[in-house]
């Protein structure tokens, strides 16, 4: 009975008003009867949110940058917080303030985004980082095809997130001090010796 009334709630909140879900329900019959394949397509989740792999795995990029990625945007980085039964601190060691989560280590932490706004004004990408999905997003719209550009904007952005990563665990196991321009050195150190040896 539970369930029956969570489906319920479910079809009134597809609808904005009641005269809406008659008109919707009976749009979804066939000789008076509701079809339940056109309802279930009616509550499903649509637009499955798939991470863009073809982004991520490119024979040009490492396969530890891309691991890193894809680890990154199915929240499986072992972040403090995520690691909370372990009656750690939580604590981002990169800027030493914030609560160490994905989106704060690699958007809203004043490390990263000097990092990021370094990288972006140095790739000549005007938009801002404020998620790994909307940036990959957005990188794949306006930077198509595998023209160089196109190539070392997709290369710069998963190098930076596998060393922001790599820095924040120095920092954390061993007592580094890295600061953004290392961060931001090895980023292109490696985005140009991918680049020329293509």
Known sequence: MKRLAQI???IRGCFNNLNDTIMGLSAR???GKLVSAKIYD???T???PRT???FIWKSYIPPKFSFNVWLALRNRLPTQDSLGYLNMVNRCDLCKSGLETIP???FLCPFTCRVWDKIREWMGLGHEMTTLLSSIKWI???HKGSTLKAKAARLAFCASVYYIWHTRNENL???GTKTEDNVIAKVKHMVYKILFSI
């Open 8 to 10: 319920r709630d479910k």
């Open 29 to 31: 019959t066939i000789n």
């Open 42 to 44: 009616l509550l499903r």
């Open 46 to 48: 649509k637009g499955n």
């Open 52 to 54: 863009p792999m073809s």
């Open 104 to 106: 704060h280590l690699f």
């Open 140 to 142: 794949t719209k306006t």
């Open 173 to 175: 196991f061993d007592d």
